[in-house]
């Protein structure tokens, strides 16, 4: 059973305009966001994250917005570059420090 | 930048062969883990270590041992390879709350 889910496999964003990707929950409990990029035949590395007493964290062109009511977080990119192109997993760790990973979200950024 | 190295970086080999890959890390991370990932699935934890001889299974049920000898370094072995072994296997650590440094994986095929 899917504790952290990513419902979109890939998305496709024009070059210049705002990516947004989606995630949702069902543990509660979760309190801390992660989200992690992957290139291919690399590891992952860690994009940006968000505390559950927060509702937005930014940093530079990414932006992560969580809805605790509606257990979704989205992470939005803007502008999307060519270099943004990757796999993109959402996690989400309760105070075990087990991190729980999505299947990911293929990002296509066309030119 | 983060210094976790994994080897090999490919394998293929036989059924019933032992193996082990090799992850190493020199950050000075107490906390060091296993990830299995197959292509478009979520990355799921088999092993974790939260210290010299610390030691435990992740949620993933995993017919691999792993041990911590020294903070540096958390092997990973398999007896007796199978098939259904055939995976990308990602080794991580962490200082902070939630952010991990993965290594950029070992992609095993056993025929």
């Known amino acids: 059973d899917q504790q952290v889910k990513q419902n979109s496999p890939s998305l496709s964003v024009q070059e210049g305009r705002i990516s947004i990707l989606n995630c949702d929950y069902t543990?509660?409990?979760?309190?801390?966001f992660l989200w992690y990029k992957k290139y291919p035949a690399e590891g992952p590395t860690f994009l940006i994250s968000i505390s559950s007493i927060k509702d937005k964290n930014e940093d530079g062109r990414f932006t992560v917005f969580l809805n605790k009511s509606a257990k979704h977080l989205s992470l939005h990119i803007v502008p999307s570059q060519p270099g943004d192109s990757a796999v993109y997993f959402c996690?989400?760790?309760?105070?075990?420090?087990?991190?729980?990973f999505g299947k990911g979200t293929r990002l296509h950024i066309l030119p | 930048e983060a210094d976790i190295y994994q080897t090999p970086r490919y394998l293929v080999i036989g059924t019933g062969k032992k193996i082990t890959l090799e992850c190493s890390q020199t950050m000075g991370h107490d906390k060091m883990y296993w990830y299995q990932q197959d292509p478009g699935m979520e990355l799921h934890l088999i092993h974790y270590s939260y210290g010299v001889n610390s030691t435990e299974k992740g949620d993933l049920s995993s017919e691999s041992t792993v041990s911590r000898i020294r903070t540096e370094h958390f092997p990973l072995t398999l007896e007796s390879a199978r098939p259904s072994h055939t995976s990308q296997y990602l080794c991580?650590?962490?200082?902070?709350?939630?952010?991990?440094?993965f290594g950029e994986g070992s992609r095993l095929t056993v025929l």
């Open positions: 996690a989400a760790t309760l105070s075990d420090d087990k991190i729980i």
């Open positions: 991580a650590s962490s200082l902070a709350f939630g952010e991990l440094f």
């Open positions: 543990n509660s409990m979760f309190d801390y």
